[in-house]
């Protein structure tokens, strides 16, 4: 069942974006998206991981058509299996240090670091907290930047 509902080839790269990348408006995904997804077939995933629990869909204050995405507590669970993905693609498939980078600092920091990450995505995401300035997403940022 999960592979039927993730198995396709942008589901994960959709909750990627909204989980990693911090973006969380259709036109933040399209214009950020480094495979280049299409405007249809990212009309189609949301719509699908909404319908599936894993991302609820919220107007954004103070615009009549903007919505904005953000990931529950089904979709942070998925952490520790994205974690283990990224892992194996950074150490099995030909990649950049750029974007191995993140994967590997979450491998090997353990489950203490993806249960901090976790911890983070809930307060942004599920009590729409603003994003910490000192959390993991800022560590996994700089790293980012450091290996570009």
């Not at 911090?22 to 009309?43: C, D, P, Y």
């Not at 993905?85 to 980078?101: F, K, M, Y």
């Not at 995505?121 to 996994?140: F, K, N, Q, T, Y």
């Amino acid at each position: 069942m999960t592979m039927e509902l993730l198995g396709d080839r942008w589901s994960f790269i959709v909750l990627r974006d909204v989980m990693f990348g911090g973006r969380t408006g259709f036109r933040e995904l399209v214009n950020h998206s480094l495979e280049g997804i299409a405007t249809n077939v990212l009309a189609s995933r949301l719509a699908k991981l909404t319908d599936a629990g894993l991302l609820t869909r919220e107007p954004r204050p103070g615009h009549r058509q903007k919505v904005d995405y953000f990931l529950t507590e089904a979709a942070i669970q998925l952490v520790p299996l994205i974690v283990e993905l990224g892992d194996w693609g950074s150490r099995w498939l030909p990649t950049t240090p750029e974007l191995a980078v993140r994967a590997r600092l979450l491998a090997d920091g353990g489950p203490e670091v993806r249960d901090r990450f976790m911890d983070e995505l809930r307060s942004i995401h599920l009590r729409r907290e603003p994003r910490p300035d000192d959390g993991v997403l800022a560590e996994l940022d700089a790293a980012y930047r450091a290996a570009s």
